[in-house]
C-alpha cells in the first residue's frame, strides 16, 4: 500500500505523480507490468497506486476515471460527464455505427476467429463494405487465414474492448436472452 504524505516515504508521492503523468499521454492502455518495468518498481506496488487513483478519483467525484480494460489501465470520461464532452468532441457530428456495421461487430466478437463468407452468411447479406469499415476504425483486425478454406479470419481489436469497456471477450453479455425462440439453421450449427 501506499502512504500518504508526511509519512516518511517521500518516493510515493513521486511515484503517484509518475503513474498520473504517464496514463495523461497514452493512448491506449498500459499494463500494470509495463509501468513497474518503467517507473522500476514492483507489479504489485503499481497495483495498488493504480487502484488508490482509482478510488480516489471516484470519492473526489472528479469528471475523469481511471479504469482497468483491455489488459491495461487509461483515464476515461466519467459516465455522468459523457453528454458534455460528446457535445464538445463532435461538435454536432456524429460518428456512430450504422446496424449493418453493429450486427457485423457482433457476430466477429462472438464467433471470432470468423471469415468474412460466415459473417455474410449468419447476417443473410454481404458484409464486405461493413467488414473494411469496421476494420478502417480499428475494431476489428485481420486473425490469418482459416487453414482449410484459405479464407481470411478477423477477430475483434484492444480498441474494441477499450471502447466497449471491457477488460476480457469474457465479459462480454450472454446472448441466449436476446436470441429469437427459433434460430436458423445455420446459427445452431455454430454453438
Not at 35 to 63: D, F, K, M, N, W
Not at 77 to 106: H, I, K, N, S
Request: glycine share 8%; with cysteine; hydrophobic share 40%.
Amino acid at each position: 500500500m501506499t502512504e500518504g504524505p508526511g509519512s516518511g516515504d517521500a518516493e510515493l508521492p513521486g511515484l503517484r505523480a509518475s503513474v498520473e503523468a504517464i496514463l495523461l499521454v497514452v493512448d491506449e492502455p498500459v499494463a500494470e507490468i509495463t509501468l513497474a518495468q518503467l517507473l522500476e518498481r514492483p507489479t504489485h506496488e503499481i497495483t495498488a497506486v493504480l487502484r488508490e487513483l482509482s478510488a480516489e478519483y471516484t470519492e473526489q467525484g472528479r469528471g475523469f476515471d481511471l479504469r482497468e480494460v483491455a489488459g491495461g489501465w487509461r483515464f476515461y470520461t466519467r459516465d455522468v460527464c459523457a453528454a458534455v464532452v460528446e457535445r464538445f468532441v463532435t461538435d454536432g457530428q456524429q460518428a456512430r455505427l450504422t446496424q449493418a456495421a453493429l450486427e457485423t461487430l457482433a457476430v466477429v466478437a462472438y464467433r471470432q476467429p470468423v471469415s468474412r463468407g460466415r459473417v455474410s452468411a449468419i447476417r443473410g447479406v454481404n458484409s464486405d463494405g461493413v467488414i473494411r469499415t469496421l476494420t478502417l476504425r480499428g475494431l476489428i483486425e485481420d486473425a490469418g487465414q482459416d487453414p482449410e478454406s484459405q479464407a481470411h479470419l478477423y477477430r475483434t481489436t484492444g480498441y474494441f474492448l477499450e471502447r466497449l469497456g471491457l477488460r476480457s471477450l469474457e465479459e462480454l453479455p450472454e446472448l441466449a436472452p436476446y436470441l429469437p425462440d427459433e434460430l436458423p439453421e445455420e446459427i445452431i450449427e455454430d454453438k
